[in-house]
């Protein structure tokens, strides 16, 4: 047996919610992923986000943060074997948030975010 952390995600318009939950599978159990697919939660948030990547990061992780105007108002760096993204919101005002986050130049998602 192995463990798997999974997430369901409902998507409404421009809103996502994401259930986070782990399970124990047998090791022949073929699991496949929705191809560039980074999970997020909780969304919308008050506050901190998480972002799950497939794999720990190769490289660094650059994740940026714009407002509606394309302005990036954050930015955060996260080293090479990153998996979890911790990302604070906590300080911006409310509104919709467009987050990049990107690993060795390349765009890996576009993420919006609601922070209320």
Not at 12 to 19: A, R, W
Not at 47 to 63: D, F, K, P, T
């Amino acid at each position: 047996m192995k463990s798997l952390l999974y997430s369901i995600l409902l998507t409404v318009g421009f809103f996502t919610v994401t259930n986070i939950a782990s399970a124990q599978i047998a090791e022949d159990v073929t699991i496949n992923y929705i191809e560039n697919t980074l999970v997020t939660y909780p969304n919308p948030t008050n506050g901190m986000i998480h972002i799950l990547l497939r794999e720990s990061a190769s490289r660094n992780v650059l994740v940026d943060i714009m407002d509606l105007s394309g302005q990036t108002v954050r930015s955060y760096t996260y080293p090479t074997g990153s998996a979890i993204l911790d990302v604070d919101l906590g300080n911006l005002p409310f509104g919709l948030y467009s987050i990049n986050v990107f690993e060795a130049g390349n765009v890996l998602e576009n993420i919006k975010v609601v922070k209320y």
